[in-house]
């Protein structure tokens, strides 16, 4: 599976925007980047995801460097409900076939 | 808004019994999925289930693991003789597209005792 690397934890203060990296320097032509979310005692959850063009939607934003080995979710305005696990996995046709690979994300707290 | 839901959201089993975990996916989603988080470690994956069979598993799903799609809505993961090491949180998740968004359920908490 291609790897991806990301800090292990991070802080941010509530309202402020937060900007969680990952590096996936192995990533393939064909790996989308996904971004998913863990709350304490809770599923996973879809964040974001794409593959060459900076994304948005209503939870946050991906931007996508232009070699694609590496990206940044963002969020805009960090809640205390934004406090969670993040998870950044490449997922393609070669690299994951239809797993998600979950490593250790990073762990967000935000402060109120 | 569609989600996935699982039951029981807990259950208790006796080593060596079987037990069998209930998820019904988002209802136009195509691919199934079973992952596991044993306390305190990482998500894993067990199985993806498409067009009604199996179409990727890991080295966890052994022969003690099967998956089955009864009907047009229920997804189950059965373990046949439950061991110790199986307690954990089993999620199911399902997507549209093979490499799209996955949609994960909450849960159901596995203690084998």
């Known amino acids: 599976d291609a790897k991806t690397t990301q800090p292990n934890s991070m802080e941010s203060n509530e309202e402020e925007p937060v900007h969680l990296p990952c590096n996936h320097s192995?990533?393939?032509?064909?790996?989308?980047i996904h971004w998913y979310r863990q709350l304490p005692s809770q599923g996973p959850e879809y964040v974001i995801h794409g593959l060459t063009s900076n994304v948005n939607n209503r939870m946050a934003s991906l931007a996508i460097a232009e070699d694609r080995k590496s990206s940044t979710l963002i969020l805009h305005r960090a809640t205390l409900r934004d406090a969670a696990v993040y998870y950044c996995?490449?997922?393609?046709?070669?690299?994951?076939?239809?797993?998600?690979?979950f490593g250790e994300g990073t762990q967000l707290t935000v402060n109120p | 808004e569609p989600e996935v839901t699982q039951t029981p959201s807990h259950q208790v089993t006796q080593m060596g019994q079987e037990v069998i975990l209930r998820c019904v996916p988002i209802s136009n989603h195509l691919y199934f999925y079973w992952y596991r988080q044993i306390l305190g470690q990482k998500v894993e994956f067990l199985v993806s289930?498409?067009?009604?069979?199996?179409?990727?598993k890991s080295e966890i799903f052994d022969d003690q693991f099967s998956v089955e799609r009864p009907d047009g809505s229920n997804f189950t993961l059965k373990i046949r003789s439950t061991k110790l090491e199986d307690s954990a949180m089993y999620f199911c998740a399902s997507s549209f597209y093979r490499l799209g968004e996955a949609f994960f359920g909450q849960g159901t908490r596995l203690t084998v005792v």
């Open positions: 289930f498409y067009n009604n069979e199996i179409s990727e």
């Open positions: 192995t990533i393939s032509g064909t790996d989308y």
């Open positions: 996995i490449l997922r393609g046709q070669e690299t994951s076939g239809s797993r998600l690979t």
